[in-house]
């Protein structure tokens, strides 16, 4: 069964550089019908996907997040990992990281399964 | 704001059946059979309880069902069990900028 888990600090300083990683374990991150993801919850609200990548190293990242966010894949570690950089306390979350199901081409990203089961980073001098 | 719209809050009493409404416009729910929903609980991971729309995946029980009419896609729950309260999340795939959305999430009472 497909497990995945995050990790990284849990207290980052503002205008510092989040970076966090996830171990795939249980299946190989280099299949083809999947992309592998991010996806953060600040406390007390909803979710928001941060980006995805492709087992080549294709990537595709939120609007509202791509000049400070890189998606990067260890194929020989079975892990991927998120960067983002500047933060502030809005980005203050629990990070979360899923597969997410590849519908053919084109960057059609679908459901996530399974999740991480999260790790809260803060934003706090 | 969230891109896919869903009601704050729902309830409903052990027994009885609700649902959730997620609506979105023509660049998703209404143009893609790409609706998943995810159930989360306190201080849990969300976890995949529907997938393109009306699919269970391995596991999840019959009483959670998943439709679709034009832009609003919806998840129903039937014999609501005390285990059933959480948040609920619809996500969709989309066409716009950015290729996926969720909805600002639903949290379900049971009485």
């Known amino acids: 069964q497909l497990q995945l888990q995050e990790s990284g600090p849990g207290l980052v300083k503002p205008s510092e550089t989040l970076s966090l990683s996830c171990s795939v374990s249980?299946?190989?991150?280099?299949?083809?019908?999947?992309?592998w993801s991010w996806i953060r919850q600040p406390p007390g609200k909803g979710l928001e996907w941060i980006g995805s990548?492709?087992?080549?190293?294709?990537?595709n990242y939120s609007p509202s997040l791509k000049s400070r966010v890189t998606i990067s894949v260890d194929r020989s570690k079975n892990q991927f990992s998120l960067k983002v950089t500047s933060v502030t306390a809005a980005d203050t979350a629990v990070y979360y990281c899923?597969?997410?199901?590849?519908?053919?081409?084109?960057?059609?990203?679908?459901?996530?399964?399974?999740w991480g089961q999260g790790t809260l980073v803060t934003v706090s001098s | 704001q969230s891109a896919l719209t869903q009601p704050a809050s729902v309830s409903g009493s052990p027994g009885q059946s609700i649902t959730i409404s997620c609506t979105g416009t023509s660049s998703d729910v209404g143009s893609y059979n790409y609706v998943s929903w995810y159930q989360q609980h306190p201080g849990k991971a969300p976890k995949l309880i529907i997938y393109d729309v009306s699919n269970r995946p391995s596991g999840i029980s019959n009483r959670f069902s998943g439709s679709k009419s034009g832009n609003t896609a919806s998840l129903t729950i039937s014999g609501l069990q005390a285990e059933d309260e959480a948040d609920y999340y619809c996500s969709s795939y989309t066409s716009t900028s950015s290729p996926v959305v969720f909805g600002g999430g639903t949290k379900l009472t049971v009485l």
């Open positions: 990548i492709y087992s080549n190293g294709d990537t």
């Open positions: 249980g299946g190989s991150i280099s299949t083809s019908s999947y992309y």
């Open positions: 899923a597969r997410a199901y590849r519908y053919g081409s084109g960057w059609k990203i679908g459901y996530f399964d399974p």
